[in-house]
């Protein structure tokens, strides 16, 4: 006897909308240093979309993001390993002022974090000692050496399409719009 209602045992348990491989998520955090001090959120703005794999969201993270809903929240610890690596004391540079977009007129101050022409493209320093024709730059990412504590919300999860797939990362508000 053939049963009609049988239900498709392709459904994985978590059902459609669980994040993983050829989805996109959008989410909010909070980033925390390991002092508790808040360094960054993208609560101000539209919600983070991320294609899972693509490059420019932490691949620990994203990890993390396997299996969730919409609408879960969860808290996870990355240490500073998997996420902007150690903190390289000797990455200090001295950089002409001619060499820095508006350098010669802007008024730095020790800890503010400017971008610098980079060989691979605009990269973050932090200004460590001001001169009258250089700075001193720490060029280590500006969280190296930090472990991150991330406050997650899942806003949602869906199918990614086959174009973002394509280009490897999403596509709209939060995400790459082009
Ligand atoms: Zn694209």
Do not use: W
């Amino acid at each position: 006897m053939s049963d009609s209602s049988v239900t498709d045992s392709t459904q994985s348990p978590a059902g459609d909308s669980a994040a993983g491989p050829g989805k996109v998520v959008a989410f909010h955090y909070d980033l925390y240093d390991s002092s508790a001090k808040k360094v960054e959120s993208s609560k101000e703005g539209d919600p983070v979309l991320c294609l899972h794999g693509e490059r420019g969201v932490l691949i620990a993270l994203q990890d993390a993001f396997v299996g969730k809903m919409p609408g879960d929240d969860f808290s996870i610890t990355i240490p500073h390993e998997k996420a902007y690596g150690r903190h390289y004391p000797d990455r200090v540079q001295r950089l002409s002022r001619k060499k820095i977009d508006g350098g010669k007129q802007q008024m730095f101050r020790p800890g503010q974090i400017i971008t610098i022409q980079a060989e691979h493209g605009p990269s973050p320093a932090t200004v460590v000692k001001v001169g009258k024709f250089n700075l001193d730059l720490d060029i280590n990412h500006p969280l190296a050496g930090v472990d991150l504590t991330f406050d997650v919300q899942i806003v949602s999860v869906r199918e990614a399409s086959a174009e973002e797939i394509a280009h490897g990362h999403a596509h709209g508000l939060g995400g790459h719009q082009h």
